[in-house]
C-alpha cells in the first residue's frame, strides 16, 4: 500500500507542476514556491482532518466529516483546538480544502484562496514561522496566485490547483516513518535543489553519505539531545541524525543563507514530525553573524552538529569583520586571506570546520563533509586545525568516500568525525574509496554505495576494526609521528612478500634479466641509429 501511495504522490506533485506549466510557470522562479506551499497547505489540512477525528469519534463515523463538523458548536471546536497536538496547524472552518472548493465559482477565487493561506500563516505563525538573523519572520505562505502575470487568469489558476487537492488524501499515511517522508520530500524539491553555484548548502546530500555521518554519530540511545547544523540546506543530515536519535528525543538548530533552502527546510520538519524546532531555523550568515546563543550571550553549545559546508566561495566582502578580536576564539587557525586572483575559490569550509569545533558541548560529537585534501595538507589553516584536534583530543576518525560520490562536484570528499569525549584516542581512520558503482547522472558521473557497502563502513567505524587496505585504528600520538596527516593509506602496513630460492635458482634468473637487459640495449641502440638516419634524410632535404 505504501509503494502505491508513493506512486499516487509523486503524480500529484507531477500534476501540481503540469498546472504551473500550463499558466506560464513552469521552470520560473516562483514556481517552486507555489509547489512546495501548496503541498504543504494540503498536508496540513489532512494532518489537520486525521487529528480532529482521532478527538471526536462522531467525525470519524460520519459520512462526510466536514459536514458534520459544521454543525458543532463553536465554544466546541475552540476547545477542539485547543487539544490539538503541538505540531498540527489550528484551522478556521473556512480554511478548509473543502470549503474552498464550494467557493471555486464566486468571484475573485484568487482572492479568498490567497487569503485562506495567509490567514491560516497569521493564525499559526508562533509555530511555522521562521525568523530571520535580525529578528523578523518569515511567515508560512505567500500570496501565490500573484505570481501569474495575467490578473484575468489567476481565478482560473486556483482553480485548477484546489480541483486537483481534492480527490488526494494524506490521512490514512500519518503512521508512517522518516523513509518515506524523505523519498517525497527529495522527489518534491529534486528540480529545485540543483548546485548552481548558490551560497551554503544548497543542493542534496546523498542520501548514503548522510546516513553513514548519521548512524556512526549516533550508536548508542540517547535523549533531550540538541543537534545543529550551521549549513543547513534543505536539511537532509539534519533529518538523518533525528531520525537516528528519534524525533522525540531531539531538538533541531540550524542556520543557512538560503531564504530558498530554509523554506525547504521548514517543510522536511512539517513533514518528519519536527514541527517543534521550526522556532530553532534561522535565515541568516553563520559566519558573519551565528544566531543561536546562550543566556550569556556566548555562542550555543550543541550535542550533535552535522554539515556538508560549501567548500569555496567569495567571502572577500565581509572577510575582515570576520578576523575580529571577537572571532578570535571561534577562528582560533586563522581566517582565509583573499587571493588576488579568483575570490570565488576562499577556502570557507575552514571557518565552518573550526565554528563547529567551538560549537560542541564537552561531550559532543561532529561530522563534517571536508574536502579530502584537508586531511593531508601540510601548511596553513588546514594543517593548524588538525593539530588542535589532536591537542584538543576531540578526534574521532576519518573516512574517505569514493570521488564523484557528489555528481555535481569533481572534488573527493572525507567525512570528518569529532569527538570531544575521545580522550583516549582510538581514532578510526578509513579508505572507502574504493567502494561504490559509477552511474551516470546527466552530464555526469556518480558513485553510488550499495546498502552493504554503506553497512560496512558504518559497522567497521563503530566497531573500531582494523581491516586490511580498509581501515586502521591509531592513537593520537601516532598521527604526531605522521605530522598530523589524516589520510588511512598512510597508517597501512608495507608488505614485502619473501620466496626462498636456491643460489642456482638465482643465478639462473639473474642470467635471464641480464639477457633481457643485452636485447632491450641492443634494440635501443638500434632504433637510435634509425632515428639518426631519418634526421639526416630530412636535414638536406
Known amino acids: ?17 503540469g498546472i504551473c506549466a500550463s499558466y506560464g510557470l513552469g521552470n520560473d522562479g516562483n514556481e517552486f514556491k507555489i509547489i512546495t506551499q501548496v503541498f504543504l497547505y494540503k498536508f496540513l489540512n489532512d494532518k489537520f482532518a486525521y487529528e480532529l477525528k482521532q478527538l471526536e469519534p462522531a467525525l470519524q463515523q460520519a459520512e462526510k466529516w466536514e459536514d458534520a463538523l459544521v454543525t458543532i458548536p463553536d465554544d ?70 500573484q505570481f501569474i502575470s495575467d490578473s484575468s487568469q489567476r481565478d482560473n489558476f486556483c482553480k485548477a490547483i484546489v480541483n486537483k487537492l481534492i480527490p488526494f488524501s494524506f490521512e490514512h499515511i500519518f503512521g508512517q516513518k522518516f523513509d518515506f517522508f524523505a ?110 546563543k546562550d543566556e550569556n550571550g556566548k555562542l550555543k553549545k550543541f550535542d550533535y552538529i552535522v554539515s556538508n559546508p560549501p567548500f569555496k566561495l567569495d567571502f572577500s ?109 582510538d581514532i578510526v581512520l578509513m579508505d572507502a574509496s574504493k567502494l561504490g558503482t559509477t552511474v551516470k547522472d546527466g552530464k555526469n558521473q556518480k558513485t553510488l554505495l550499495s546498502e552493504e557497502e554503506e553497512n560496512l563502513i558504518i559497522s567497521t567505524f563503530n566497531k573500531h576494526e582494523a581491516v586490511e587496505d580498509f581501515s586502521v585504528v591509531v592513537s593520537y600520538g601516532d598521527i604526531k609521528g605522521k605530522n598530523y596527516s589524516l589520510s588511512a593509506g598512510q597508517y597501512f602496513e608495507v608488505k614485502i612478500e619473501y620466496t626462498d630460492i636456491t643460489p642456482e635458482e638465482f643465478a639462473e634468473r639473474m642470467q635471464r634479466f641480464n639477457s633481457n637487459l643485452d636485447g632491450l640495449f641492443a634494440e635501443s641502440a638500434t632504433l637510435e641509429q634509425e632515428m639518426k638516419k631519418q634526421l639526416e634524410g630530412l636535414r638536406y632535404a
Open 183 to 292: 523519498t517525497i520530500f527529495e522527489y518534491l524539491i529534486k528540480d529545485y535543489n540543483k548546485d548552481g553555484g548558490g551560497k551554503y548548502a544548497e543542493y542534496y546530500t546523498p542520501h548514503a553519505v548522510a546516513k553513514i555521518m548519521a548512524d556512526i554519530l549516533v550508536d548508542e540511545q540517547v535523549q533531550d539531545v540538541t543537534c545543529y547544523d550551521p549549513s543547513a540546506g534543505s536539511g537532509t543530515l539534519l533529518m538523518n541524525i533525528a531520525h537516528a536519535i528519534g524525533e522525540d528525543r531531539c531538538t533541531i538548530y540550524s542556520q543557512d543563507i538560503s531564504q530558498k533552502s530554509t523554506g525547504m527546510l521548514r517543510l522536511n520538519l512539517v513533514l518528519n514530525n519536527l514541527v517543534h524546532s521550526i522556532q530553532n531555523i534561522i535565515q541568516g550568515n553563520t559566519m558573519l553573524s551565528p544566531y543561536h
Open 76 to 145: 466546541d471546536y475552540q476547545m477542539l483546538l485547543f487539544q490539538l497536538p503541538p505540531g498540527t496547524a489550528k484551522l478556521k472552518r473556512d480554511h478548509l480544502l473543502t470549503t474552498l472548493f464550494q467557493k471555486q465559482n464566486e468571484p475573485d477565487f484568487a482572492k479568498t484562496f490567497d487569503d485562506t493561506l495567509r490567514d491560516i500563516a497569521i493564525l499559526n505563525n508562533d509555530i511555522f514561522s521562521v525568523k530571520t538573523g535580525t529578528g523578523s519572520k518569515i511567515t508560512l505562505f505567500d500570496d501565490l496566485s
Open 1 to 17: 500500500m505504501t509503494t502505491d501511495f508513493m506512486q499516487k504522490t509523486k503524480a500529484l506533485i507531477d500534476d501540481l507542476k
Open 317 to 425: 566582502d565581509y572577510r575582515e569583520s570576520l578576523d575580529s578580536k571577537e572571532n578570535h576564539a571561534r577562528f582560533f587557525a586563522g581566517v582565509p586571506k583573499v587571493p588576488n586572483k579568483d575570490k570565488d575559490k576562499m577556502s570557507i569550509y575552514l571557518l565552518f570546520l573550526q565554528h563547529i569545533m567551538h560549537s560542541l558541548t564537552s561531550r559532543g560529537r561532529a561530522a563534517i563533509v571536508v574536502p579530502t585534501g584537508f586531511i593531508t595538507a601540510q601548511s596553513g589553516i588546514e594543517k593548524k586545525i588538525r593539530e588542535q584536534l589532536v591537542e584538543r583530543k576531540m578526534l574521532r576518525g576519518v573516512v574517505s568516500m569514493p570521488s564523484n560520490i557528489f555528481a555535481t562536484t569533481g572534488t573527493n570528499v572525507s567525512i570528518l568525525f569529532l569527538d570531544n569525549a575521545n580522550k583516549r584516542g
